[in-house]
């Protein structure tokens, strides 16, 4: 029997005896029978209140465990569901026991699911960081829902091969940088991409190592070795061509000392200061062409004595050169006159950039402009008709045609690519020129760069003028009709001096003194002041037709009327 059936048989007992005494007293004091039965209710009633209360609490204990475990139960089936695990089932234990058991393992779940979460977390962080700096895609995984064990085990070993690839494309980086740093510094060149400025300046961690970065670093760098190589082969060939002309033309070792250190690297400003040198050299050799020659032959003539060359030989090598090129003639004519034009077409461009052509009066302008038109014509198609020429040459001999030493065409090509990157250099900077002259323009205002076209009434024209009398002088026709369209005309209220006391005076220029606009604006109200009509003269003997035409006609009848009196006075005076 359990203790607390046995506890239960005591109460039960004890109750017993307890109404037994209660009726005993009630015997001893002599309280009536209906008093008792009273009494005997009261207690009954209190005793069954007292167990009913305590049947209702543990009823409702009992009901809330049940709540509990039910609780439990659901949320652990729905936690194993999203945890992957087995569901939760427990027997043959009693309810307190069930639902303590099962808000433990709810708890122990909860904080299971936390932790997944929270790794789950760490790992999409580290994965957004990788994916930024290798520019790859995110982990396919769904950011809401709670991660299996095996989910976040591929997790992790796709993030440590994204870890391995990023530590192997940063060292990639790292020593393409390295090279590409040497290269431009070889090369004395800057960056002049944005790409290039980041490659240079920018904080290696904070790089993306994209698949598309690397690639470019990569093309980057062949691009800047293959300028270094294309740099030592010219350096080279510079070297070459140098110690060949010092030994042609017998330069001193204090000047060869000079160049020594330029004979070792190959930088920008070693190939500009050996094709300074090979320049020098070159003008030295064009000024002593003889003496080279004549070295030459002494050369050529040591070396054929040398290998027995006899003079049948001789003339055998000089009959083959001279079948060579008559079987050839029209090639090397072609190519000859190639050269020649291109030479007068770079000399024509030449002339059309520059501003002075202009003032040329001779007519040549034109001439050459259109000689320029018709070479920048002709070049092509005589550039196509060497061509065919070449390669029907290189097919039949199984060798290249060269031109001192280089492939003609490649040549052509390459000078026409010279001539384009110049053109364009002018062109950006006339733009960059232009850009400057408009900001300071904004910055500090407009001045007037040019003079006046129109003159000044009063002004004396400076070239060639017609005197009357010795007193009187015209304006050219030109500049009389350019000046007597603009208005009324006005007679200048000053007599001009002869030509010959007018040069030891200054002469004001059309860029000085009131502008025509102004006079012109002007004439109107000075005419009223003086109380002079427009167009009258104000000279007081008109009949020494002492008169100026420094100003302006009021109509174009108005000119001829005057031009045909002054011709008629010219000539009475000339044939009395």
């Known amino acids: 029997m359990r203790v607390s059936e046995v506890h239960a048989a005591e109460s039960v007992a004890y109750l017993n005896r307890a109404l037994v005494r209660l009726q005993d007293i009630w015997e001893e004091i002599g309280i009536p ?38 609780a439990c139960i659901k949320e652990l089936k729905s936690l194993c569901s999203e945890l992957q695990l087995p569901p939760f089932e427990e027997e043959g234990c009693t309810m307190l026991q069930m639902e303590k058991n ?26 957004t960081e990788l994916c930024g700096i290798l520019c790859t895609t995110p982990f396919c995984i ?66 993306c190592l994209s698949d598309e970065n690397i690639a470019a670093l990569k093309l980057l760098l062949s691009q800047l070795q293959d300028r270094k190589t294309e740099n030592e082969r010219r350096c080279s060939a510079f070297r070459t061509k140098i110690q060949e002309l010092w030994e042609r033309l017998h330069i001193p070792q204090e000047e060869r ?22 320049e020098r050299l070159e003008v030295l050799k064009i000024q002593s062409m003889r003496s080279v020659i004549e070295s030459i032959r002494a050369e050529i003539a040591l070396y054929w004595e ?6 049948d030989e001789y003339t055998k090598l000089i009959i083959t050169m001279e079948k060579y090129y008559i079987d050839h003639q029209e090639l090397f004519e072609g190519v000859t006159k190639w050269r020649e034009n291109w030479t007068l077409y770079l000399e024509l461009d030449k002339k059309a950039n520059d501003p002075g052509r202009f003032n040329n009066r001779g007519g040549n302008l034109l001439k050459e402009e259109k000689q320029r038109t018709d070479l ?45 990157t110049e053109k364009e250099k002018e062109k950006l900077e006339r733009q960059l020129k232009k850009t400057k002259q408009t900001q300071e323009d904004m910055l500090y205002g407009t001045a007037k760069r040019t003079p006046s076209k129109r003159r000044i009434a009063g002004t004396p024209t400076p070239g060639k ?5 010795g007193t009187s002088t015209l304006s ?59 167009g009258a003269l104000r000279s007081q003997d008109t009949q020494d037709h002492t008169f100026t035409f420094n100003s302006f006609a009021g109509s174009y009848s108005d000119f001829a009327v005057m031009w045909f009196y002054i011709n008629f006075v010219q000539t009475t005076k000339t044939n009395p």
Request: aromatic residues 6%; contains cysteine; proline residues 3%.
């Open 102 to 127: 099962s808000r433990t393992r709810l708890e122990l779940m909860q904080e299971h699911k936390k932790q997944r979460m929270e790794e789950l977390k760490g790992l999409i962080s580290k994965d």
């Open 142 to 207: 769904d950011q809401n829902s709670i991660p299996s064990l095996q989910q976040l085990k591929t997790y992790h070993a796709y993030l440590d091969d994204l870890t391995k690839e990023k530590e192997r494309r940063h060292e990639e980086f790292v020593s393409l940088k390295k090279d590409i740093i040497v290269c431009m510094d070889d090369l004395e060149q800057h960056p002049e991409t944005s790409f290039e400025t980041d490659v240079m300046c920018e904080d290696e961690e904070a790089f």
């Open 33 to 70: 029978e209906e008093q008792r039965l009273q009494r005997t209710n009261e207690v009954h009633k209190h005793i069954k209140g007292l167990l009913d209360l305590m049947i209702a609490e543990e009823e409702e204990l009992k009901r809330r465990l049940l709540k509990s475990i039910e």
């Open 257 to 278: 000392e000079a160049l020594s250190e330029h004979m070792v690297t190959s930088k920008k400003r070693n190939i500009e200061a050996l094709q300074a040198e090979v």
């Open 306 to 311: 040398k290998c027995f060359y006899s003079q």
């Open 465 to 469: 003028v017609r005197r009357f009398n």
């Open 376 to 420: 920048q014509k002709s070049l092509p198609k005589l550039e196509k008709t060497l061509k065919t020429q070449i390669d029907a040459w290189e097919q039949e001999h199984d060798k290249e045609f060269l031109v001192n030493g280089q492939k003609f065409l490649e040549y052509v090509q390459q000078q026409w690519e010279h001539h384009h």
């Open 476 to 534: 050219t026709p030109t500049s009389f009709l350019n000046s007597g369209l603009g208005g009324t005309m006005c007679q200048s209220s000053i007599q001009k001096p002869p030509l010959s006391a007018s040069k030891g005076l200054g002469l004001r220029t059309p860029g000085h003194g009131k502008t025509p606009r102004l006079l012109d604006r002007n004439k109107e109200n000075v005419s009223h002041l003086r109380n002079t009509p427009s």
